[in-house]
Each structure stands twice: as C-alpha cells, then as structure tokens.
C-alpha cells in the first residue's frame, strides 16, 4: 500500500466496481449505468476478477484507476504471455500529481512478477502512452463498399451458415488464423467476450436491438475455413470482423454480403490495417482510411529478448535500452547467438562500439514486432547506431508487419 499526499494506492475491491464505472463515465464521458447496463457490469465483474485493478483512493472515493487482463498474443510464432492495459483515468482535479505514472509502474511490475513481458493497449492519446513507453504496433482499416461494388464470384465450393455467434466453429476458425497470424490474440474468455459486447463501444449500435451476427464459411469437406461477425442496420451491413484461412473461404465470404443486395446500400467494415481490401476487389475504387490503432510495450526486456524468434542462426549485436518508466530496463544488453542458440546479458557497463545501438523502450516494442524496420527506424533517428550494425538487424529480424483485431 503506497500513500502520496493524504492519498492511498491500493486494489480496487469488487464492492467498489461501481465507483470505477463513475469514474469510466466521467472521464471518457460515457453513460454506462449499474442497474441498466447489467451486461457491461457483469463482464467488469469477471475482468476484475481475473485482472489487476489498482486505483488511488481519498478517503473511501475512489480517483485515478487501471485495470491490467492476462492475455496471449502470437509473436512470429512464440505465443507470450500479453497484459492488457485498460480502464486507465483519474478526476480532472487530481491530475498532474503522478498517479497514473505510479498505477502504471506497479502494474509494470506486477506483470513482471507474473511471467508477462509484454503489454498492449488502446490509446485515447498516442504521445500520452509514449511518454509511458508504449508505441504503435497495429493499425486498423475501415472502410466503404457500395452495392454496385459488391463481389460476385463464381467459382466458389463452399456454402455459408448462419450460426450462434459462439458456435465452435467460429472458435475453431480463429484458433486456426491465430496461431499463424504474427501479432494476433490467442484468445481466451475474456477476449471472446469483448468481442461479443464490442458493441458497447460502437455508438451507431448503442440504443439499438440489433444483435451481432456470425456467418460461417465451409469447404467442399464441411470444414469451416473462415467467418464474419456482422450486423444490418438501416439498410446497411456492417462487417464487425472479418476472419479466412484461405482465398475460397474470403470469397465465399464476400459472396454471403453481396447475397444481402437487395436489403443494403453499403458495406461498411473494419480489420487489420495491413488487409488489402481495396487490391483485392474487383472494383478497387472504394473509400478507406487506415489509422494507427493498437500500441505495445516491453514489460521486461531480458526476458523478452530470451524466447524471441531471431531469424538467423549466427550475430552478435548489443541493444542499448532506455526506459524513462521503469529502471529494470535501462541498460546494454549483449546478444550473440551460435547456431540458434541464443544468449542474452545484461552489461551494467560497456564501452560504445560498434555492436551497440541505441534506442528507447518504444522503439524497441515497435522493431521487435515488425511494425516498422531498423532501417527506417535509423533513418528518422530512432536508432542510433552504425550502419553495418543496422544491417545486420535487418537480417536477424523476422519479416511480417503485425495484425491485430481485437479490442479492450
């Protein structure tokens, strides 16, 4: 328990949950109520049951909060270990006094302690979470199909289901596209139930009855290979998620909208920023927008560095970390491998030379997961470091930009 200025840090109890959600209305100036949004409540009960949720507290009120859930996120094939920051905010008239800095460092640690070396979020302010150490690592495509440029693909053997949005086959689908996706959620329960309660954070959906739909997408052999989550709604169809394991399969999907022509004007959709929807119409000529959308974090450098997929077998380069949050991360760690065999020390000191490049914790998250490449990282000064020594991290890096479709 830490005391700053007549305040007190502790966890938030669950008899308390519905200060926290005062504190989410006022702040992010929604309008969740306990009584009347039952549902809502009932998945922030579990979420604290699960997660950590750490608040400062005058007195018995409750004024700045975080709340951290145990997740798994798939990096170039190593699942780790993800926590999901969420929930942060503290009253106006308790700002500037370091609160959230603190919440942050002690859910960093607590992270730590449990083994997760890696932590996303969804930013309401990118240079906020900067300054904190995250950086973007995902972006997301939205985007406007009409209906004289829907799909119509013929040759296509599959059928398509409508079924229960937790059918088992739509668990399956994605169990099968998140282990080969780089970047993406394997998904537990409480990931699968903020898929199905998206809707709460989509305000053309809040007011209304319309329910989540799921379409399921099966091959000549009755094997599902992909699915849409969607809605229809005043003569449009919105494709909350869009999920295929193969070309057949995206097809057949795009066919099952199309099928709707009579009943919508509009498509409209979101997925991974790097999805190329518009390449992959026939009628490419539809509206778009691309926007940064989920950023990441280095928990524990060392550790994370311990079971990365490098993609050669043989290097030897050193990474100067700095880490303005939390002092466990600054510091020179020497990297060599040997046929695979990857070691990692931390140096308390070295000399510069030219195994050694500098960067921050955040430019570190955004190399490590591809989002962008030491090159262009070196060229807008991100790096620091020689340009063989760059080289050679383009070439130990593994090649894959990161998806990532989920929300929390």
Same mark, same amino acid.
């Given at each position: 328990?830490?005391?700053?200025? %007549?305040?007190?840090?502790?966890?938030?109890r669950m008899a308390e949950m519905a200060q926290s959600i005062?504190?989410?209305?006022?702040?992010?100036?929604?309008?969740?109520?306990?009584?009347?949004?039952?549902?809502?409540?009932?998945?922030?009960?579990?979420?604290?049951?699960?997660?950590?949720?750490?608040?400062?507290?005058?007195?018995?009120?409750?004024?700045?909060?975080?709340?951290?859930?145990?997740?798994?996120?798939?990096?170039?094939?190593?699942?780790y270990e993800m926590g999901g920051i969420t929930a942060i905010?503290?009253?106006?008239?308790?700002?500037?006094?370091?609160?959230?800095?603190?919440?942050?460092?002690?859910?960093?640690?607590?992270?730590?302690?449990? %083994?997760?070396?890696?932590?996303?979020?969804?930013?309401?302010?990118?240079?906020?979470?900067?300054? !904190?150490?995250?950086?973007?690592?995902?972006?997301?495509?939205?985007?406007?199909?009409?209906?004289?440029?829907?799909?119509?693909?013929?040759?296509?053997? %599959?059928?398509?289901?409508?079924?229960?949005?937790?059918?088992?086959?739509?668990?399956?689908?994605?169990?099968?596209?998140?282990?080969?996706?780089?970047?993406?959620?394997?998904?537990?329960?409480?990931?699968?139930?903020?898929?199905?309660?998206?809707?709460?954070?989509?305000?053309?959906?809040?007011?209304?009855?319309?329910?989540?739909?799921?379409?399921?997408?099966?091959?000549?052999?009755?094997?599902?290979?992909?699915?849409?989550?969607?809605?229809?709604m005043e003569e449009n169809f919105y494709i909350d998620e869009?999920?295929?394991?193969?070309?057949?399969?995206?097809?057949?999907?795009?066919?099952?909208?199309?099928?709707?022509?009579?009943?919508?004007?509009?498509?409209?959709?979101?997925?991974?920023?790097?999805?190329?929807?518009?390449?992959?119409?026939?009628?490419?000529?539809?509206?778009?927008? #691309?926007?940064?959308?989920?950023?990441?974090?280095?928990?524990?450098?060392? !550790?994370?560095?311990?079971?990365?997929?490098?993609?050669?077998?043989?290097?030897? #380069?050193?990474? !100067?970390?700095?880490?303005?949050?939390?002092?466990?991360?600054?510091?020179?760690?020497?990297?060599?491998?040997?046929?695979?065999?990857?070691?990692?020390? !931390?140096?308390?000191?070295?000399?510069?030379?030219?195994?050694?490049?500098?960067?921050?914790?955040?430019?570190?998250?955004?190399?490590?997961?591809?989002?962008?490449?030491?090159?262009?990282?070196?060229?807008?000064?991100?790096?620091?470091?020689?340009?063989?020594?760059?080289?050679?991290?383009?070439?130990?890096?593994?090649?894959?930009?990161?998806?990532?479709?989920?929300?929390?």
């Amino acid at each position: 328990m830490n005391q700053r200025k %007549g305040l007190v840090m502790r966890e938030i109890r669950m008899a308390e949950m519905a200060q926290s959600i005062d504190l989410l209305n006022y702040v992010f100036q929604m309008s969740m109520s306990m009584k009347k949004d039952r549902r809502f409540v009932s998945e922030k009960s579990r979420q604290f049951n699960v997660g950590h949720a750490l608040g400062w507290f005058d007195g018995n009120q409750l004024v700045s909060q975080i709340l951290s859930l145990p997740f798994q996120v798939n990096v170039y094939g190593v699942t780790y270990e993800m926590g999901g920051i969420t929930a942060i905010g503290t009253y106006p008239e308790y700002s500037k006094q370091g609160l959230i800095d603190s919440l942050i460092k002690k859910t960093l640690a607590v992270m730590r302690e449990e %083994g997760r070396y890696i932590s996303y979020l969804f930013p309401f302010s990118i240079p906020y979470y900067r300054k !904190k150490g995250w950086e973007i690592m995902s972006d997301i495509v939205e985007f406007q199909v009409k209906d004289t440029q829907f799909p119509n693909y013929a040759e296509v053997s %599959g059928k398509i289901r409508r079924v229960d949005t937790r059918d088992e086959d739509l668990v399956s689908v994605y169990e099968k596209y998140a282990s080969r996706t780089h970047g993406a959620m394997i998904r537990n329960t409480i990931a699968w139930n903020e898929k199905f309660h998206e809707d709460f954070w989509e305000e053309k959906f809040v007011d209304t009855d319309v329910q989540l739909q799921a379409a399921v997408y099966y091959d000549e052999e009755d094997e599902p290979q992909g699915y849409l989550f969607y809605r229809v709604m005043e003569e449009n169809f919105y494709i909350d998620e869009i999920v295929y394991l193969q070309e057949e399969a995206r097809k057949g999907l795009w066919n099952f909208v199309s099928a709707h022509k009579s009943m919508v004007y509009n498509a409209y959709g979101k997925t991974a920023g790097n999805e190329p929807v518009a390449f992959l119409l026939e009628d490419s000529e539809i509206i778009q927008k #691309v926007s940064p959308y989920f950023m990441a974090r280095i928990v524990d450098v060392e !550790k994370f560095l311990q079971t990365y997929p490098f993609d050669e077998p043989n290097f030897h #380069v050193r990474f !100067k970390v700095t880490d303005r949050l939390v002092d466990w991360n600054n510091g020179i760690y020497d990297i060599q491998s040997t046929d695979w065999k990857v070691t990692i020390t !931390k140096l308390e000191t070295v000399e510069e030379d030219d195994l050694t490049v500098q960067m921050t914790i955040q430019t570190l998250a955004t190399m490590l997961l591809g989002y962008k490449r030491p090159k262009y990282l070196d060229q807008i000064e991100r790096l620091k470091g020689k340009g063989e020594t760059i080289a050679v991290l383009e070439d130990i890096l593994p090649v894959g930009n990161p998806t990532f479709i989920d929300y929390f």
